[in-house]
């Protein structure tokens, strides 16, 4: 399963995974978004999803400035 998350921050720092998909591609991957302090952090893909099996795509993954 890919996981990106902001530097800095841990997988036990994340408030909550919000459920959500790809909309970059037609067929939707599923991906779970990190939040912490009412902010975006980071993504994960999903495991279980038919289509990416948790992988994420480039365009899945926030850029660093």
């Known amino acids: 399963m890919d ?3 902001r530097e800095g921050v ?5 408030d ?3 459920r959500s998909a790809s ?3 037609s ?3 599923a991906l779970d978004i990190a939040v ?3 902010r975006v952090v980071g993504v994960r893909g999903r495991a279980e ?5 948790g992988r ?3 365009m899945d993954v926030p850029r660093r400035p």
């Open 23 to 25: 909309i970059l591609h």
């Open 36 to 38: 912490k302090d009412e």
């Open 49 to 53: 999803d038919r289509v990416n099996h």
């Open 10 to 14: 841990r997988e036990e720092d994340v």
């Open 27 to 29: 067929n939707g991957d």
């Open 3 to 5: 996981s990106f998350l």
């Open 16 to 18: 909550r995974w919000v």
């Open 56 to 58: 994420l795509g480039p």
